[in-house]
């Protein structure tokens, strides 16, 4: 039974088919093997997962429209995705679904000090009592906890 591929299966699968070094097609070299092994990565991973095209270029490290132009260097040079045999039957089976991309929610605190944020608002704990903890600003407190979509809990209203 064929597994999900990731993303970085299908960067091996272009160098591999492009002669190229995978490390150079998410590098930043631009010779035309290169270019074209990174673009073929780009249009594969658009076809064979579920991800957005500013999605794939995050992944890539490039812009969402180097992934457009990408799509139509390939359509427009009259040539599907399929550049080399098998490619299709070997990522996508008979079952027509896309593959989907592991990519990490960006809500997910990564670093330690997202965790204890993310762990003191769940608690409850106030912002002020939070900066004093961890040796930071209240705003650099309030933006971590905003790009990773916490909220406070409301305050009780008191009316009784």
């Known amino acids: 039974m064929l597994r999900a591929c990731s ?25 035309r093997e290169v270019v074209d092994a990174r673009h073929h990565a780009l249009v594969l991973t658009y076809q064979h997962t579920q991800a957005s095209l500013p999605a794939i270029g995050r992944l890539f490290g490039k812009d969402h429209s180097t992934v457009c132009y990408a799509m139509n260097k390939y359509n427009a040079r009259g040539k599907l995705v399929d550049l080399f045999e098998g490619t299709r039957a070997l990522l996508r089976p008979n079952s027509g679904r896309k ?50 979509g916490l909220r406070r809990k409301p305050l009780d209203g008191g009316a009784g």
């Open 7 to 31: 993303w970085r299966f299908l960067v091996e699968y272009a160098a591999l088919a492009g002669g190229v070094d995978a490390s150079d097609i998410l590098g930043s070299n631009r010779t």
């Open 99 to 148: 593959l989907p991309l592991r990519v990490d929610d960006p809500h997910t605190p990564r670093t330690a000090l997202q965790k204890a944020v993310a762990r003191a608002y769940k608690n409850g704990v106030p912002t002020r009592v939070l900066v004093e903890e961890l040796g930071t600003t209240s705003n650099a407190v309030n933006v971590m906890a905003h790009r990773l």
